[in-house]
DNA sequence: ACCTGAACACCGTTCAAGT
DNA sequence: ACCTGAACACCGTTCAAGT
């Protein structure tokens, strides 16, 4: 018996997308493995890195493979997986995006937009700006669609939940201006 | 005596902004209105209206007139001024976004980007994508923003606060991209 | 209309103690 | 190493009652 850091993260994902980010509670997932909620500190400092730690499970799990050869492709393959990790779960893409905004993760798609802005020939900071707007427009599109289509899910909604067309489009859009800044 | 919403909404702000959003509880604020718990719940129906309140009222104030004349330059004008709006108070961003997502607020400024894009000679599509790609932009740089100044400021930090060239390089990333669709 | 007092059903975290 | 039991210092919200 005695659980490890992996099952208490485990866990913690189930219920976080069973019953949403809000009934993750400490107390909640201690329930959950039949434990006391003081036990969990064995396992973890605090709640904030134990989100830290299902964020990063939530994008090792939705990783998949790089096929493009173009660094413009590879560049959207990184945004739309981010993307698709982000919403396979409930309250995904507000898991990741905290962690991110703590400096506690996300950091291997921002190295490999980076990587693919450099080899396209974009300038360091030019690549550094728009590694940035990548991720920020990869987060803002996938939490305003996430909270769309779990407000749809719940009942009562109107505005429609905008779909994959819309993020990509986005995301072209700042490819266009990425690509008027590579000097050939 | 008695209060009305705007006294609660403004000693609300001023809570906010000197001890953060995770001071800002019902029971501080009400304490420091000298009022129980539960006389809030006659100004407001719960925190969440609360807080949709305080960004409306955080963009409010920070509102300054248009000058720009062309398009473009209006539109990162909206972008500028909704980023200094929210970087006035502490946890600002994290309050209009939030209200934000929530479908609550910053309708306005989305209405000004909109109507500028439009203006621009954009079709119905674009100029929607657009909008929604500055707002996320927008929204993201200021937040980390805010986030890095106010870890800066708590104590040990090593990444720099980034500033405001990174955000206007971003905003104009994707204005090139904008430009690019303009048909003459 | 605006507020009090008391309660309900929760939180995250700490810490001494057990095996 | 992993966990229990009990406590501390809080939360948001409801509701009957007062003026």
Redesign the interface.
Known sequence: MGYHLRDVVGRAIEVLDEYGLESLTMRRLAAELGLQPSALYHHVPNKQTLLAAIADEILRRGRRERRAADWDRRAVEVCANLRDAMLAYRDGADVVITAY???LGASEPAGELREALREGGLSG??A???T??L???T???T??EQ?ALQAAGAGAID?EPAGGG?FE??I???????R??VHR
């Open positions: 905004t703590f400096g900071n030019v550094e700006v728009g940035r707007a991720l920020h427009l987060f803002g599109y939490a305003e909270a505005w819309d489009a986005g072209e859009l700042l490819l266009d201006g990425l008027s800044k």
